[in-house]
T-cell receptor, first 114, second 112 residues
Framework: AQSVTQLDSQVPVFEEAPVELRCNYS??????LFWYVQYPNQGLQLLLK??????LVESINGFEAEFNKSQTSFHLRKPSVHISDTAEYFC????????????FGAGTRLAVHP | DADVTQTPRNRITKTGKRIMLECSQT?????MYWYRQDPGLGLQLIYY???????NKGEISDGYSVSRQAQAKFSLSLESAIPNQTALYFC???????????FGPGTRLTVL
């Protein structure tokens, strides 16, 4: 079985500051790793994912995450946030089986202030 | 038009009532999922399905049932709603192992 821990429930930050949202996972098997974002009153959208290969993955809007197998972490970072990044961010894992079912963390609410 | 649609978007019902939430997709995906979202708990998987003949229980299936009427339709039922089933419910689809899941807009259910 897998589990995901997001270490911060809320992260307040000023615009143009850097941010890190932390995610640790537990699994006895190899997993795929994901970050999803939920803007207010919307469903979830994929932000980025790690399946294999380079441990550093990037999104089109400036976020990046690094897979660290030894620390079982997949932290999300952005060097300079915008007001529009205000949202809830969910880290998730899935096993390598065919069902592709996700186990989510509890979420981190990122609040960007002017 | 949205690829994954959910109806209704909002529903208020009373304890003991039967309610059905519906999900339709135009993406042609085989895999469909129902999740519930509660504040501070993230999303929890209720049921998932690989095709119309394949239904599987997720983490929190007690009190819920599902029906996969066609590849494109996956319904969630609460046979006898109770207040602690008040939550935001999401349907999702995917087509590949390790692939992206595409989420619907959600149904906000309130059980009084």
């Amino acid at each position: 079985a897998q589990s995901v821990t997001q270490l911060d429930s809320q992260v307040p930050v000023f615009e143009e500051a850097p941010v890190e949202l932390r995610c640790n996972y537990s699994s006895s098997v190899s997993v795929y790793l994901f970050w999803y974002v939920q803007y207010p009153n919307q469903g979830l959208q994929l932000l980025l994912k790690y399946l294999s290969g380079s441990t550093l993955v990037e999104s089109i809007n400036g976020f990046e995450a690094e897979f660290n197998k030894s620390q079982t972490s997949f932290h999300l970072r952005k060097p300079s946030v915008h007001i529009s990044d205000t949202a809830e961010y969910f880290c998730a894992v899935s096993d390598l089986g065919g069902y592709n079912k996700l186990i989510f963390g509890a979420g981190t609410r990122l609040a960007v202030h002017p | 038009d949205a690829d994954v649609t959910q109806t209704p978007r909002n529903r208020i019902t009373k304890t003991g009532k039967r309610i059905m939430l519906e999900c339709s997709q135009t993406k042609g995906h085989d895999r469909m999922y129902w999740y519930r979202q509660d504040p501070g708990l993230g999303l929890q998987l209720i049921y998932y399905s690989f095709d119309v003949k394949d239904i599987n229980k997720g983490e929190i299936s007690d009190g819920y049932s599902v029906s996969r009427q066609a590849q494109a339709k996956f319904s969630l039922s609460l046979e006898s709603a109770i207040p602690n089933q008040t939550a935001l419910y999401f349907c999702a689809t995917s087509d590949l192992s390790g692939g992206e899941q595409f989420f619907g807009p959600g149904t906000r259910l309130t059980v009084l």
